[in-house]
């Protein structure tokens, strides 16, 4: 089983700026990609931004040049900075990992999410 614990939400002004963390724990063999995706009240999850292997990231338009992704790969841990942050930005930030799980008897490779953390961002 695995687990992704976020962290780091909360309320900022327009042009403040935040931290986000998630850390993956429990049996992970091979982590393929970590990133986050946010969802806003009546409207789709939609990806922010996405690292995978090789240090290959991409990133939601309306967020570039002002987020950025970085991974801690000795602590399972993915970071979204976010800076000059704008009202469009208020919406729950999930977490997600693709982990594979190799054991002895079973093995398995599939998507993880976070329980999301609240960002506000008020004009």
């Known amino acids: 089983q695995v687990q992704l614990v976020e962290s780091g939400g909360g309320l900022v002004q327009a042009g403040g700026s935040l931290r986000l963390s998630c850390a993956a724990s429990?049996?992970?063999?091979?982590?393929?990609?970590m990133g986050w995706f946010r969802q806003a009240p009546g409207k789709q999850r939609e990806l922010v931004a996405k690292s995978t292997g090789g240090g290959v990231t991409n990133y939601a338009d309306s967020v570039k040049g002002r987020f950025t992704i970085s991974r801690d790969n000795a602590k399972n841990t993915v970071y979204l900075h976010m800076n000059s942050l704008k009202p469009e930005d208020t919406a729950v930030y999930y977490c997600?990992?693709?982990?594979?799980?190799?054991?002895?008897?079973?093995?398995?490779?599939?998507?993880?999410w976070g329980q999301g953390t609240q960002v506000t961002v008020s004009s």
């Open positions: 997600n990992a693709d982990i594979f799980s190799g054991g002895i008897v079973y093995s398995t490779r599939k998507d993880y």
């Open positions: 429990g049996s992970i063999t091979t982590i393929y990609s």
